[in-house]
């Protein structure tokens, strides 16, 4: 079956716009994660969906940084005016959710994201 | 306090020699789960193995295994007979709590197999 997707794969984008990257998670799975990895470092936790709960929001590092998931599928990271230090790859995961938590998170390829 | 290290920024191990890569875990939570992740120069990030904090047997899938050593809060992952494609990154992950939780990830280990 497919894997979760992620899209763009790489962006591109001055300083100070705004930029919305896509997550497609893998059907069936109800939880859904952001995670943002800079440089030759380890994965920083951004956000989290698990069903129609409130999302954990506690990763996000400034009110720059927003998301949202419609119909409890896909998801849209939203940067409002872009900063350099916010080049970084963002990976989206999925798992089953709540009351799984033997179940590891699947990744998808990321997005690359570059602020010139 | 990291809640997940990993000290060994990179290691070089010969092809079929077998290897360790070193994690300890900072947690109050008497349920967790520690998950290892490989990530290859092609960014993908790849589910090894998983062990639970009430599991009471080492994890072990294929080559992979998972010492896990809980009143030192150790989870050290072992592969056998290492091979040329296990070139890669690998991170430690802990799950705090039950259920689906965030991940707390490492700084992760580059790992490179000579032949």
């Known amino acids: 079956g497919a894997g979760v997707s992620q899209s763009p794969s790489n962006k591109v984008t001055e300083k100070g716009k705004d930029v919305e990257l896509r997550c497609d998670p893998i059907s069936g799975h109800t939880a859904l994660y952001w995670y943002r990895q800079s440089l030759g470092q380890g994965l920083e936790f951004l956000i989290y969906?698990?069903?129609?709960?409130?999302?954990?929001k506690s990763g996000l590092p400034s009110d720059r940084f927003s998301a949202e998931r419609t119909g409890g599928s896909v998801s849209t990271l939203t940067i409002q005016r872009t900063q350099q230090e916010d080049s970084a790859v963002y990976l989206c995961?999925?798992?089953?959710?709540?009351?799984?938590?033997?179940?590891?998170?699947?990744f998808g390829d990321g997005t690359r994201l570059s602020i010139l | 306090a990291q809640k997940i290290t990993q000290t060994q920024p990179g290691m070089f191990v010969q092809e079929k020699e077998a290897v360790t890569l070193d994690c300890t875990y900072d947690t109050s939570d008497q349920s967790y789960g520690l998950f290892w992740y490989k990530q290859p120069s092609s960014g993908e990030m790849i589910f090894l193995i998983y062990?639970?904090?009430?599991?009471?047997q080492n994890a072990t899938e294929g080559r992979y295994s998972l010492n896990f050593q809980k009143a030192r809060k150790s989870a050290n992952l072992v592969i056998s007979a290492s091979q040329l494609g296990d070139s890669a990154m690998y991170f430690c992950a802990m799950r705090e709590g039950w259920g689906a939780q965030k991940l707390v990830f490492g700084q992760g280990t580059r790992l490179t197999i000579n032949p």
């Open positions: 969906f698990q069903g129609n709960s409130a999302p954990d």
């Open positions: 995961a999925s798992s089953l959710g709540q009351g799984r938590g033997n179940q590891p998170q699947h």
């Open positions: 062990q639970g904090s009430y599991d009471e």
